[in-house]
């Protein structure tokens, strides 16, 4: 299995981890494996269209039914002058 180093992290966020791990009763490094995971989930599941993400988040409003209007043949053009 591949390893991962991650340099650069302050030490509130290291106690903030270190203290949800404990809460999740896992190791810091199982809680930060199980971020990891979660997070590429999360993204797996809305790499789908704008349009997609957008219906989705109407979607619970209903929709409506619009009507369209009977089309006409266009009309000449103006002339100037």
Do not use: W, Y
């Not at 509130?12 to 989930?41: D, F, Y």
């Not at 704008?50 to 369209?68: C, K, N, S, T």
Request: glycine residues 8%; proline residues 6%.
């Amino acid at each position: 299995m591949a390893s991962i180093t991650i340099r650069g992290i302050d030490a509130q966020l290291k106690a903030r981890l270190r203290a949800r791990a404990a809460r999740h009763g896992r190791s810091l490094e199982a809680e930060a494996r199980a971020i990891l995971c979660n997070a590429v989930a999360l993204d797996a599941a809305r790499s789908g269209s704008l349009a997609d993400a957008i219906a989705e988040l109407f979607r619970p409003l209903g929709g409506v039914e619009l009507e369209i209007p009977v089309r006409e043949p266009m009309r000449k053009p103006p002339r100037f002058g």
